[in-house]
């Protein structure tokens, strides 16, 4: 079989596994897409001989590690399970666990082993599963630093909205801002009105700046309008939308409220920035508190590190200088 005919058949497969989602895998998928990982982790899992429980399970497992708890991920995924996106679920979960160590090139070789292996025919898992690899390969990839493999392996042509979605983010995090809505508006072409969709829209939106970032205000918004969903991560997006958009004291109230339902680096860091703009002396005070619990509790964060290096590029400029002594007055 040719390639274009393998890509042909794997997105008209992909189209149909997306109409037959049934309604509660469909629920279990809108709130992984909105970040309510902790109300995925909390639900029982189908029976496994649910055509369901494979793509629940993953889900769940997906929502453990973006909650910084890969060990409980690896602990839900089966050891002896052969299908390929439980495979590359436990070997993302295994990556992030070692990131940041030389223990986790095993991890990535394997997920690199396991996208060659699923453009055989004769692999454990459906063309959802495959696609599933793809993306998780590719986001695993993209956190090594290791960009274009990421690329390539999501592929350029893909018509797999997570896929999508990952290529955006990549895009956006090397300032290219012009090849993620083209990414973008490609998709728009294939994709129905999907939240995931909006949500890509609304991040590129919220990355531009265009139309004074009415796009993403409104859609974090009408999600949060939503009484089946709770979302700390929603409400951090449109607290960093509030403070983009000038409305600090909004942006502050936002915020809080995410933290008190999750406390991560990217809230704690965007609350720090929205008090320190909120013109207040209290307001300034809370700031500096902020600040110094951030780079005690986060000291790898990207704005801790980034200040850290520029305070020692200015000391170390002006150690080249020396302040010469005070002119004496003459009698």
Do not use: C
């Amino acid at each position: 079989m040719t390639q274009g005919s393998h890509g042909t058949r794997f997105t008209t497969a992909l189209r149909t596994f997306r109409d037959m989602d049934s309604s509660e895998l469909y629920h279990v998928k809108q709130q992984f897409v909105l970040g309510a990982y902790k109300t995925v982790v909390d639900l029982t899992l189908p029976d496994s001989n649910s055509p369901d429980f494979i793509s629940t399970l993953i889900y769940q497992a997906r929502s453990h590690i973006a909650l910084n708890n890969p060990k409980a991920a690896l602990q839900l995924v089966p050891a002896d399970s052969e299908n390929v996106a439980l495979k590359a679920v436990a070997a993302l979960a295994k990556f992030v666990t070692a990131e940041g160590t030389t223990d986790n090139e095993a991890s990535l070789e394997e997920l690199r082993d396991l996208s060659v292996e699923i453009e055989g025919d004769d692999v454990e898992g459906t063309d959802r599963d495959k696609a599933t690899v793809r993306v998780l390969a590719g986001t695993a990839f993209a956190r090594a630093g290791e960009l274009e493999e990421a690329l390539e392996t999501l592929g350029a042509d893909t018509e797999d909205l997570e896929a999508v979605a990952v290529i955006v983010q990549i895009y956006l995090s090397i300032n290219r801002p012009d090849l993620a809505k083209k990414a973008y508006e490609r998709s728009k072409r294939w994709a129905e009105d999907d939240l995931l969709l909006q949500l890509i829209e609304s991040i590129i939106g919220l990355v531009t700046g265009k139309d004074e970032y009415h796009n993403p205000n409104t859609f974090y918004t009408e999600q949060l309008g939503n009484p089946s969903l709770s979302s700390p991560h929603v409400l951090t997006a449109r607290g960093v939308t509030r403070i983009l958009r000038n409305e600090f004291p909004e942006a502050q109230s936002d915020l809080e409220e995410s933290l008190e339902q999750h406390k991560d680096a990217e809230t704690f860091a965007a609350f720090a920035v929205a008090s320190g703009l909120n013109s207040t002396k209290k307001g300034e005070t809370d700031a500096n508190e902020l600040w110094t619990r951030l780079t005690s509790e986060y000291p790898n964060h990207p704005s801790v590190a980034d200040v850290a290096k520029k305070s020692a590029l200015f000391d170390e400029a002006m150690a080249k200088y020396s302040v010469p002594p005070l002119a004496a007055i003459a009698a």
